[in-house]
């Protein structure tokens, strides 16, 4: 179900708990199926909770809870937007209106080309750089107005 090398790092998570407690890592399990797979399949999901010896309804609990996984195969980009109160006062707002707008979809949506999806995301700890945003769930941006979103999109779109 996964790469021997997604294996290798789950099982390098699990020796960070006690032996009966492997539930502890069933988010790093998670992330790391979801950083082979690129989104968390009924199948995967199913996988890791018999991997962890958890029911596969509590895996599902976690994975339905967190914003950071993809239930749904995300395009090449998964743009989440903060759109929390400290961003919303700096302009959260704004800029997941004008990304709506530049992109062509609404939260949850992926455009038509498969390039980008949008989400809607809670606070990133980033209050001071907002509004902010997160590419892959890896790479956070600061100070997003309308001039920064248009580079980023037109960087993201050159990598292709």
Do not use: H
Not at 117 to 130: H, Q, S, Y
């Amino acid at each position: 179900m996964l790469k021997k090398e997604s294996i290798q790092k789950i099982n390098i998570e699990l020796k960070k708990y006690p032996k009966d407690r492997k539930a502890s890592a069933v988010m790093a399990a998670l992330v790391i199926a979801q950083d082979e797979k690129g989104w968390l399949e009924k199948d995967i999901i199913e996988f890791v909770g018999r991997y962890l010896d958890m029911p596969s309804i509590a895996v599902w609990e976690v994975a339905t809870f967190y914003n950071m996984f993809n239930l749904a195969k995300p395009g090449r980009y998964k743009i989440t937007i903060c759109t929390n109160l400290p961003c919303a006062l700096s302009g959260g707002g704004n800029a997941a209106n004008y990304l709506k707008e530049s992109l062509g979809v609404e939260f949850n949506e992926t455009t038509q080309d498969g390039m980008f999806t949008l989400k809607e995301g809670e606070c990133m700890g980033a209050c001071g750089d907002a509004p902010v945003c997160l590419i892959n769930d890896k790479s956070m941006r600061s100070f997003m107005g309308p001039e920064k979103i248009d580079k980023l999109l037109a960087d993201l779109k050159a990598q292709q």
